[in-house]
């Protein structure tokens, strides 16, 4: 019996490493920060926030939990958890499908927008404050490109962190 070759896997390149570590590093910090600044000011987490952003531009303010499970890259029992907590706050609320009985959405309540629309001030302000010290507006241009490029498009979603307008 002969043994047969088995090629080396390939390995990463040093660049490429550096690029990963980097890019961890810096989301980690990110996160852990503006995650910080959230709890504190505003109760909310940054997946809390991004639910109810998400919730505020969809038609209706309301999706289906499953697109929001997707849209946050949750698992169901991760979205399942972090829609129960901003249940029990009033910002959202289970809605069923009247012609599908399987279907459940989530609804983001008025007091949800309001917390939203309180907490995207400062938010919006942590955002400038971690990137504008870093980056000149050319640069903050080719990070968002080059980052989107890992990325699905259907992932990148181009507009603010914002919540829409109130209605007038």
């Known amino acids: 019996m002969t043994a047969s070759r088995v090629s080396p896997p390939p390995t990463a390149t040093d660049d490429v490493v550096a690029a990963w570590v980097a890019l961890l590093r810096a989301h980690a910090r990110l996160t852990r920060e503006l995650n910080a600044s959230l709890l504190t000011e505003h109760g909310l987490t940054v997946n809390d926030y991004e639910v109810l952003l998400l919730l505020a531009r969809a038609p209706g303010r309301r999706l289906?939990?499953?697109?929001?499970?997707?849209?946050?890259?949750?698992?169901?029992?991760?979205?399942?958890?972090?829609?129960?907590?901003?249940?029990?706050?009033?910002?959202?609320?289970?809605?069923?499908?009247?012609?599908?009985?399987?279907?459940?959405?989530?609804?983001?309540?008025?007091?949800?927008?309001?917390?939203?629309?309180?907490?995207?001030?400062?938010?919006?302000?942590?955002?400038?404050?971690?990137?504008?010290?870093?980056f000149d507006d050319e640069e903050l241009a080719l990070l968002g490109r080059l980052l989107a490029r890992l990325c699905d498009a259907s992932d990148i979603e181009p507009e603010s962190c914002s919540p829409p307008p109130a209605a007038g």
């Open 64 to 134: 289906r939990r499953v697109d929001l499970s997707e849209s946050l890259l949750l698992t169901a029992s991760g979205i399942t958890r972090l829609l129960e907590g901003l249940e029990r706050l009033g910002y959202v609320n289970r809605a069923g499908c009247p012609s599908d009985g399987r279907v459940v959405y989530a609804e983001l309540t008025p007091a949800g927008l309001e917390r939203l629309r309180d907490a995207s001030g400062s938010h919006l302000a942590d955002l400038e404050t971690h990137f504008r010290p870093r």
